[in-house]
């Protein structure tokens, strides 16, 4: 049975939350400036960029003026032709696509690495440190994590409750999308579209619906661990 009755106030929830993303999001900022500098992000990205200017100046075309179907439209017949044979030489280049190619596998690995160490720090790390839960932004505003029945936060469920509910459903996938969906708009691979952004759209509400409908204030990665977050007096 759920116990709610310590349950913590939702301002100080909103609170500790608001200084762990911005504690997550410093921290993931300065592992992926890493991962870009180790892993080569920027010879291929320099690659690209150098293929796309090659290209330009050949054909005599401006990419960066060109970025939807009404710019093409306004441009002359010889400027479309010019646009066409530019692009489609572009694609028969195996330089420039295997550039592109691993710069978006990069961009997904940067992006999965740097989430993952930055979870893996902030929210179990620091958390199995300061006992019961306790995040930074939580340790500040008084509050700890326990299971719905009372009994104290273990190891196991501390590590469900981080990496399948916060960094995986969500985070990750949220952030996939996003990254698949733009990828898709400028034409770099085929994603879900307006799809991608309504499953993002479903995740928030489900999170929010779930804090103010569910007796425990629950969130997503609260019911997957059976947990709930309440005032500090352990």
Request: contains cysteine; charged residues 15%.
């Amino acid at each position: 049975m759920t116990d709610t009755s310590n349950k913590a106030s939702l301002s100080k929830r909103a609170s500790a939350y608001i200084i762990d993303a911005i504690l997550l999001l410093v921290l993931a900022a300065g592992f992926a400036y890493v991962f870009v500098q180790v892993l080569g992000y920027k010879q291929y990205s320099q690659s690209y960029s150098s293929g796309i200017e090659r290209y330009a100046r050949m054909y005599n075309v401006q990419f960066d003026t060109v970025v939807s179907q009404a710019d093409f439209d306004a441009l002359t017949d010889q400027q479309k032709a010019d646009y066409e044979a530019a692009v489609e030489a572009m694609n028969a280049d195996s330089e420039i696509l295997d550039s592109l190619s691993n710069m978006v596998r990069l961009i997904f690995l940067i992006a999965a690495l740097s989430l993952f160490l930055s979870f893996l720090i902030l929210e179990f790390i620091v958390p199995l440190f300061l006992k019961e839960g306790r995040t930074l932004g939580k340790k500040a505003f008084g509050l700890c994590v326990t299971r719905k029945d009372g009994s104290r936060l273990s190891a196991l469920f501390l590590f469900i409750r981080t990496f399948v509910g916060k960094y995986l459903i969500e985070t990750m996938i949220p952030v996939l999308l996003i990254i698949i969906t733009i990828f898709n708009a400028i034409g770099l691979m085929n994603g879900p579209g307006i799809i991608g952004f309504a499953i993002i759209f479903a995740i928030l509400v489900a999170n929010l619906a779930l804090v103010f409908i569910s007796p425990s204030s629950a969130t997503i990665h609260d019911l997957v661990s059976d947990t709930i977050v309440v005032s500090d007096n352990i």
